[in-house]
C-alpha cells in the first residue's frame, strides 16, 4: 500500500494564510518548497525505508577530504581511499599525492603517505590481506591544441654486449639536421644479447664463437628543446646521445619516427606496492616491467596476480604485454600475451579461464580487444562470446558476477559508445557460463540510459546499483539521482531510495561489513546543464542503509566466537545464540573498485549446519570459485537479514 501522509500533516503543510501569501507571490517557488518538504519527510518514515531503504552523509572533517579515485575494502573493516593526485595536475606538479583511510564504525580518518601517484592505477587483494597497487600516473595529458613542442617515442638501441647503460631524465637527442630533443625520465638499456654457436677449432677442439648481437632496446618519451616547425617530423631517424663518447657513443643511440605536436595522452609508471592494512602504510615491490596507467589486476587461483592493459610509458596502450605477480617473491613475470582497451573487466570463472566481459573505461581504438570473449591463460586461446546488444556501448559500463557465484552467471549493466560519445544504453545482460556455449542474453532495462553505473553484490544475494550519468561525465546535467536492487532469482529490478549525490566518472561504491553500501567520488567535466562553467570533484560521501537492516531493527542474527581461517577442510564453526533462526551463509570477497570496474567482488554460497548454539559453515575448496584471500562471512535469517560480517582467511 503507498503510503499517505495524514490530514493534520497535509494541513500543517499546505495550509494557512501565510502559505498562500508566499504562494501569490511566487506560486513556482512555493510549490516547489512544499514539494521538497514532503519528500522529506516522506523517505524518513520507517515504512519508506523498510521498503526502500535510506541514505545519509558521512561527516568528513575537511582536512580529510578528498578526491577518491579508488576505493578497497581491508580486511581490518576499514576502507582505503586514494586519491595520487586525484585527476589535479597542480597536485601533480606539486607531487602532492593523497591516501585515506576511514572507519566506517568509529568515523574516524586517517592520512597515509602515498610515495607514488597513484592516480588511475591497478589494484587487486593479495591472499595474506594486503593490497596490491600497481601503476599510476607518471605525466599528465596535454590536449591538441595545447603542444607546444614536439614529442614523442623515442626507441633507445644498445649494441654493447657488455654493459647496460641508464640515461637520466634531461638526455639530450640530437637529430641528423642539429634538432634536439629532451628526455622526460630516466631509462635503462639492457645488455645487447650475445648468440653462439659451438664449432671446432684448429686445433681440433670444440669452442664456441660468437656470431651474432642483437641489439637491446628501450622506450623513453622526448620532447623538443625549442619551440617551433623544425622540431615536427615523421621520418624515421637515427638520434645522437649528447655527452656520450667513444664506444658509448658508438653503441647508444636513439631511433625515433613520429614527433608531432598532436594531443600528448598520459603516461603511466611501473611502480608497485603493497598496502599494509595492519600498519597502514605502503611497501614497495618489485615495479613492473611496463609501465601502466589504467590496467586491471586480477587476483588468480594460486594467489598471483595478472596485470593487463594500461597506458605505458609514451601514453600508447600496452599492445598486449601483460604480466604476473607472484607475492611470495614480490616479483613480476611475463604473462600470456593479449590486447585489451584499458580497465578491462576480467573475471576468474569456475575452472580457471577469465571471462572478459567486454565493460572498459575507455582508452584504446573503437575497433579493436572490444569484443568480449573467455581467455584460457594457459594455451592463450581466446573465445569469443555472442549476444550482447548495444556492443557498440560497453565503455564506462559494469559488470558482475551474479550472486551466489557458484551458478556461474556474470551481467553486464548499462555503458555507453567510445570516448566521449553522447551515446547510453540501458541494456542489461546476463550470461550463463555452465551452459556448453555461453552467450549473452538480454536482461531487464534500466530506468535510463546510464554510463558509469556503480553495482554492488549485497549479503541477500540481490545486486544493489546506483548513480551514473546518461551522458558522458554529466554533461548536461545528466546525473541520475536513482538506486535500485537487481534480483537474479526473479531477473528484475526493483526501486531503492534516492541518493543525493550524483555520481559519474571517477566514483565507486562498495558494500562494508555491516551491510551497508558506501559511496565515494565523482568527476563531472561541467556544473551547469548548459555545459558552460567546469565541474568540481565530488567529495561528499553518502551511505546508503538497506532495506533489510530497517525492517529488522536491532533484531538481526549474529556470530559469536570462531576462528580467523578456515580448516583444511574448508570448515569454521562459530558460536550462536540462535542458530535456528539461521538458514544460509555467504562469503564475500572485499572490492577492490575503479572507474566502475570491480573484478574482486564476489558471493560464495556455504554449506551449513547447525547445533544447538553453534553454526559451521564448509566453504568449497575449488579456488578458481573461491580465490584464497579474506572474506567476509555473513548468515542471514529467513527474512533474508544478514548479520554483521566476521572476517575469515581462505588459504
Known amino acids: 500500500m503507498a503510503y499517505r501522509p495524514s490530514k493534520n500533516f497535509k494541513k500543517t503543510l499546505l495550509g494557512g494564510g501565510a502559505f498562500l501569501a508566499l504562494a501569490g507571490l511566487n506560486a513556482p517557488a512555493a510549490l516547489s518548497f512544499a514539494e521538497e518538504k514532503y519528500h522529506a519527510y516522506k523517505i524518513s518514515q520507517p515504512g519508506y525505508q523498510a521498503r526502500f531503504g535510506s541514505w545519509k552523509l558521512v561527516d568528513v572533517p575537511e582536512k580529510y577530504r578528498l578526491n577518491a579515485i579508488h576505493a578497497a575494502l581491508l580486511h581490518t573493516g576499514k576502507v582505503l581511499l586514494i586519491a595520487g593526485s586525484g585527476n589535479d595536475q597542480k597536485n601533480f606538479d606539486a607531487g602532492s599525492f593523497s591516501t585515506i583511510v576511514w572507519d566506517p564504525v568509529n568515523n574516524t580518518f586517517k592520512d597515509v603517505p602515498t610515495p607514488e601517484d597513484f592516480f588511475c592505477a591497478g589494484h587487486a587483494q593479495l591472499p595474506d590481506g594486503r593490497l596490491l597497487v600497481a601503476g599510476g600516473t607518471a605525466r599528465y595529458e596535454v590536449l591538441d591544441g595545447e603542444v607546444k613542442r614536439a614529442g614523442g617515442a623515442m626507441r633507445v638501441k644498445n649494441e654493447s654486449p657488455d654493459k647496460a647503460v641508464t640515461l637520466k631524465k634531461g638526455t639530450v637527442f640530437r637529430s641528423p639536421s642539429g634538432v634536439e630533443y629532451v628526455s622526460k625520465f630516466d631509462v635503462t638499456v639492457p645488455k645487447a644479447k650475445r648468440e653462439f654457436e659451438v664449432g671446432y677449432h684448429a686445433s681440433g677442439k670444440m669452442k664456441p664463437w660468437e656470431t651474432k648481437v642483437t641489439a637491446a632496446e628501450a622506450r623513453v618519451f622526448v620532447e623538443a628543446v625549442q619551440e617551433g616547425p623544425q622540431a615536427l617530423t615523421t621520418q624515421a631517424a637515427q638520434y645522437e646521445i649528447v655527452g656520450l663518447a667513444g664506444k658509448d657513443a658508438d653503441n647508444v643511440y636513439g631511433l625515433a619516427q613520429k614527433l608531432t605536436t598532436e594531443k600528448q595522452d598520459f603516461q603511466g609508471i611501473k611502480a608497485a606496492y603493497e598496502f599494509d592494512p595492519v600498519q597502514e602504510k605502503y611497501v614497495p615491490a618489485s615495479p613492473m616491467k611496463d609501465a601502466r596507467w589504467y590496467p586491471t589486476l586480477v587476483a588468480l587461483q594460486d594467489g598471483r596476480v595478472l596485470a593487463v592493459s594500461g597506458l605505458n610509458d609514451v601514453g600508447d596502450v600496452v599492445p598486449g604485454d601483460n604480466e604476473i605477480y607472484d607475492p611470495e617473491t614480490r616479483k613480476w613475470s611475463k604473462g600470456p600475451f593479449r590486447y585489451f582497451p584499458t580497465y578491462p573487466a576480467l573475471f576468474l570463472t569456475k575452472g580457471g579461464k577469465l571471462l572478459y566481459t567486454g565493460s572498459n573505461a575507455g582508452y584504446g581504438p573503437a575497433d579493436k580487444g572490444r569484443e568480449p570473449g573467455i581467455w584460457d591463460l594457459e594455451t592463450n586461446a581466446f573465445t569469443p562470446v555472442r549476444g550482447l546488444t548495444d556492443p557498440d556501448q560497453l565503455e564506462t559500463s559494469a559488470s558482475v558476477i551474479l550472486p551466489p557465484a557458484q551458478d556461474q552467471k556474470v551481467m553486464v549493466l548499462g555503458g555507453g559508445g567510445v570516448g566521449e560519445s553522447d551515446k547510453s544504453t540501458a541494456r542489461t545482460a546476463v550470461i550463463d557460463l555452465k551452459e556448453d556455449n555461453p552467450v549473452f542474453r538480454e536482461g531487464p532495462d534500466l530506468p535510463q540510459g546510464t554510463r558509469y553505473l556503480s553495482s554492488v553484490l549485497m549479503p541477500d544475494d540481490t545486486v544493489f546499483t546506483s548513480g551514473g550519468s546518461r551522458d558522458y561525465r554529466g554533461r548536461g546535467a545528466s546525473d541520475i539521482l536513482k538506486a535500485q536492487f537487481y534480483d537474479p532469482a526473479e531477473g528484475v529490478f526493483r526501486p531503492a531510495a534516492d541518493p543525493t549525490v550524483g555520481r559519474n566518472y571517477h566514483s565507486e561504491a562498495l558494500l562494508l561489513p555491516d551491510g551497508r553500501v558506501a559511496t565515494f567520488g565523482s ?129
Not at 583444511?568 to 562469503?587: C, H, M, W, Y
Open 523 to 651: 568527476d563531472p567535466l561541467f556544473g551547469d546543464a548548459d555545459n558552460t562553467r567546469l565541474g568540481t570533484f565530488e567529495q561528499r560521501v553518502e551511505v546508503f542503509t538497506p532495506p533489510y537492516l530497517h525492517r529488522a531493527g536491532g533484531n538481526r542474527p549474529a556470530l559469536g566466537d570462531g576462528p580467523q581461517e578456515i580448516d583444511q577442510n574448508g570448515r569454521a564453526t562459530f558460536t550462536a545464540e540462535d542458530p535456528g533462526s539461521i538458514v544460509k551463509a555467504r562469503l564475500m570477497r572485499p572490492s577492490a573498485v575503479t572507474h566502475t570496474t570491480d573484478v574482486e567482488q564476489r558471493s560464495i554460497e556455504l554449506e551449513l549446519q547447525k547445533t544447538d548454539d553453534s553454526v559451521t559453515v564448509t566453504v568449497p575448496k575449488d579456488r578458481t570459485l573461491v580465490p584464497p584471500g579474506w572474506y567476509m562471512l555473513f548468515v542471514l535469517d529467513g527474512e533474508g537479514t544478514p548479520s554483521a560480517a566476521k572476517w575469515i582467511q581462505v588459504k
